[in-house]
């Protein structure tokens, strides 16, 4: 199964030229400012990507309209895509789960507080879970900003290595684009903006 990854598009999701695959996932951070018009933007850009055999959507810091305004918003997602909030759901046998939250930077949405508070999203996490999507990387891994300080969450790696994942989806920390592997789990940061929030990067393609 193809997975077609992206992440932080920040309201340029226009400008990314999305290859073929069977699952589009975005990992968060599709709005600059979360207006409603820029919700409403980019639920049309990719709900009408074609080709997808599913559609998944993990909310970041940036998307804060999907944590104050969840009933508005999700009467606008179409059908065809499907929004994870500390929630899972099956695509073929792959069992997939999603998180929006990240440690605490400025008081952004979806944030927590090291430790006990964000630790206890990860606990969620079944443990039966092929694919994890989160907006945050894991501590150490794809994490480093633009200064060379790992700024990941401790907890969420601590969770994954304990888990036999097949793939790790991210975003956030737009320096730790790339891919690596953390125990056989495929790790992805898939980050379209670079530091300058220009989207310069190519979708990660991952096969499963």
């Not at 929630?87 to 006990?116: E, K, M, Y």
């Not at 969420?156 to 989806?169: N, T, V």
Request: glycine fraction near 8%; charge should be negative.
């Amino acid at each position: 199964m193809r997975f077609v990854v992206i992440s932080d598009t920040h309201g340029l999701h226009a400008h990314v030229n999305v290859p073929p695959g069977d699952v589009l996932v975005h990992a968060g951070d599709f709005t600059g400012h979360s207006t409603l018009s820029e919700v409403q933007d980019f639920l049309s850009w990719f709900g009408s990507r074609s080709g997808f055999a599913a559609k998944i959507l993990v909310p970041g810091n940036h998307d804060r309209l999907f944590e104050t305004h969840w009933d508005l918003v999700s009467a606008l997602i179409p059908k065809e895509i499907t929004c994870l909030n500390d929630q899972g759901c099956q695509v073929g046998d792959l069992h997939i789960w999603g998180s929006p939250v990240s440690p605490r930077f400025f008081n952004w949405a979806f944030n927590r507080d090291r430790g006990t508070a964000i630790a206890r999203h990860w606990e969620m996490i079944p443990d039966a879970t092929d694919v994890l999507i989160t907006h945050c990387p894991a501590h150490g891994i794809l994490d480093r900003t633009f200064d060379g300080v790992a700024v990941g969450c401790v907890d969420l790696r601590r969770r994954i290595e304990s888990l036999r994942l097949k793939a790790h989806f991210c975003g956030h920390i737009h320096a730790g684009y790339g891919r690596t592997t953390l125990q056989n789990t495929i790790m992805v940061n898939a980050a379209i903006c670079d530091d300058s929030y220009r989207p310069v990067r190519a979708p990660m393609v991952v096969d499963l």
